[in-house]
């Protein structure tokens, strides 16, 4: 064994065979190439061992990734309005909408923040001769709520109908068509792009006109639009200040705290997939303590020979660790490839864009090769140690 494995008193100086002129890999890393020698030598052992480390790799990167992604494509929804803040008649206001007197208490008590007025009614739309009842909203200014799909809103809007998406998708209305509300024809001058269900007035299945093709100057609601988190949630202090006293004159709804509550959420839940994922690494890392358990059994002689000709316990140590590290890194290097697969996968279902990687998508990839690695040398440590302490006499007797 020690004419074709290393020697482990090495001696120093020039005479060491690392140091010595033509070197081989073998002779610059002994430990290293027997400890992979030993494990070719059990190959489809080694493979499955390997593939266990993979699998949990795998199952913490991934989830850790799927939870990361689907987070942020919901806060993402959320974060559009996470900033505004709305402002809706209260049960002692002893009606159901803003007279123009309530609206410009609002303003004043907002300071210079940017509202928006909403008027709300529902209506007769007409289009190719079929007749529904459908919500209308009054907007001066739809722009600075939604996004524009196809046609052109105006920045003084006076005449014309904006269509939602999905009204839009059910009827076949396209800009440039007419509708007509309660007798009145409109053309449409725009549709608006999809809003989802995060968004304080929701037009997808509704109709936009101007203001003043409303009756009454009264309002359903007022946005509050704000530059930050912090600045809604002082505009709504301000607000609730000024309009409620004893009275609940208006009732205010704080997206912010809303997105920072899902936020959490959403934490706790990745903290429970990667948990999940864990479990499986652990039962892996079980997989390698039965590898090297058997491996320590079966080469009982070997290392007794070992121990005879001059291996220290270190150095019997050291190649069973390194064997179990070998693992760990293969299975860690594979599950880390599949896991970033997967990753743009699931980048490219909820973001759009498969190489939409956070900070946080790298750590999950980091953790799991850094456990998968550990849990290895972790499980490999109690049968190295258990082999490094055979009595060389004992082992070669095979008893």
């Not at 290393?6 to 070197?23: F, L, M, Q």
């Not at 995060?198 to 203001?211: E, F, G, S």
């Not at 997105?259 to 959403?266: M, R, S, Y």
Request: hydrophobic share 45%; glycine share 10%.
């Amino acid at each position: 064994m020690s004419r074709d494995g290393p020697s482990w008193r090495a001696p120093s100086g020039p005479d060491r065979p690392e140091d010595a002129p033509g070197a081989t890999l073998v002779d610059r890393f002994p430990v290293l190439a027997l400890a992979a020698r030993n494990l070719t030598r059990t190959k489809t052992r080694s493979v499955l061992a390997a593939l266990g480390i993979a699998i949990g790799v795998i199952a913490i990167a991934s989830l850790g990734m799927f939870g990361s992604a689907f987070q942020r494509s919901q806060m993402e929804n959320i974060g559009q309005i996470g900033n505004d803040v709305a402002v809706a008649p209260g049960e002692d206001l002893g009606r159901d909408n803003f007279t123009e007197t309530q609206l410009r208490e609002i303003q004043r008590a907002a300071g210079g923040t940017e509202l928006v007025a909403v008027k709300r009614d529902s209506r007769e739309v007409t289009f190719r001769g079929e007749t529904q009842n459908r919500t209308v909203y009054g907007l001066a200014d739809p722009n600075s709520l939604y996004d524009v799909r196809q046609g052109f809103i105006p920045d003084q809007w006076r005449d014309g109908a904006v269509v939602g998406s999905q009204l839009a998708a059910d009827e076949g209305i396209r800009a440039g068509e007419a509708l007509t509300v309660d007798g009145q024809t409109f053309r449409v001058v725009a549709v608006l792009d999809e809003t989802g269900q995060a968004v304080i007035v929701n037009p997808d299945n509704a109709v936009l006109l101007p203001p003043d093709r409303f009756d009454e100057n009264t309002y359903a609601q007022v946005v509050v639009l704000s530059e930050s988190t912090a600045e809604a949630n002082r505009t709504a202090m301000d607000i609730r200040t000024a309009m409620n006293g004893r009275q609940q004159r208006v009732q205010i709804f704080e997206f912010g705290q809303l997105a920072d509550q899902i936020n959490q959420l959403f934490f706790q839940l990745n903290l429970f997939l990667v948990g999940i994922g864990a479990v499986s690494l652990v039962v892996a890392g079980t997989s390698i303590l039965n590898v090297m358990l058997m491996s320590t059994v079966e080469r009982r002689e070997e290392i007794g020979v070992l121990r005879a000709v001059g291996f220290e316990k270190r150095a019997v140590l050291r190649i069973l660790l390194t064997e179990a590290g070998i693992l760990g890194l293969a299975g860690g290097t594979v599950g880390v490839v599949v896991s970033f697969l997967i990753g743009a996968g699931v980048n490219s279902l909820f973001l759009g864009d498969p190489l939409a990687f956070d900070t946080l998508s790298v750590f999950y990839l980091a953790a799991g090769f850094a456990f998968g690695v550990g849990s290895s040398l972790l499980s490999g440590a109690y049968p190295a140690w258990k082999a490094a302490t055979l009595d060389p006499v004992q082992a070669l007797r095979g008893s």
